[in-house]
């Protein structure tokens, strides 16, 4: 397989170009983490992607809404505190829109897909991938279009009791209901 410097050739075999293959390998991952959760992990169907969603991570009381990106440009061993990545103006506006918890994911692949699986008689391992997250909030984009994600949280088995608690504190009462 090429590197991202040079120009891709897909093998006769392949119908994926390698944004497409990264894009694909992004959500097997976020899958892989679900199903260890024993959460189901749901895409947007085509055309149908009208808050800039992609995916649903399910919980027995509800959804929380997921945007998985993956990229080659970062690596896992980088000591920037933070990935960055710029918010469409279109995507924004959908969000303001949506009430449940709102999570944006970055998957970080190495640069050739050849090396994203390893196969050996022990199994079959992610190599070189991690995940990274953080939740969008109201207000986050009235001065900068930039999704700062920390490198501090992995997208691993225990980010998703947090993100089903973020959830579940949507039908928590506050006790403010009572003052009124």
């Not at 590197?3 to 990264?22: G, H, I, Y």
């Not at 991570?57 to 990106?69: A, I, N, T």
């Not at 103006?89 to 970055?106: C, E, G, H, M, T």
């Not at 986050?140 to 993100?163: E, G, N």
Request: hydrophobic share 40%; charged share 20%; glycine share 6%.
């Amino acid at each position: 397989m090429p590197t991202t410097s040079e120009p891709e050739v897909l093998l006769p075999f392949q119908q994926l170009d390698l944004n497409a293959r990264k894009g694909r390998f992004g959500v097997v991952y976020m899958r892989a983490i679900a199903g260890q959760a024993g959460c189901g992990f749901n895409e947007t169907s085509p055309g149908e992607d009208t808050l800039a969603v992609d995916h649903f991570l399910d919980f027995p009381e509800g959804s929380v809404r997921v945007q998985v990106k993956t990229t080659a440009t970062a690596a896992i061993d980088d000591t920037d505190e933070y990935l960055s990545f710029s918010a469409e103006d279109k995507w924004i506006a959908k969000w303001a829109r949506v009430q449940v918890p709102l999570y944006f994911v970055i998957v970080v692949v190495p640069t050739v897909s050849d090396s994203w699986l390893a196969h050996d008689t022990t199994g079959t391992k992610m190599v070189g991938t991690a995940a990274y997250w953080v939740r969008l909030t109201a207000g986050q984009f009235d001065t900068t279009k930039t999704i700062k994600v920390p490198r501090a949280q992995r997208v691993t088995l225990d980010t998703i009791p947090t993100w089903h608690a973020d959830l579940m504190n949507l039908y928590t009462p506050t006790g403010k209901e009572d003052a009124a």
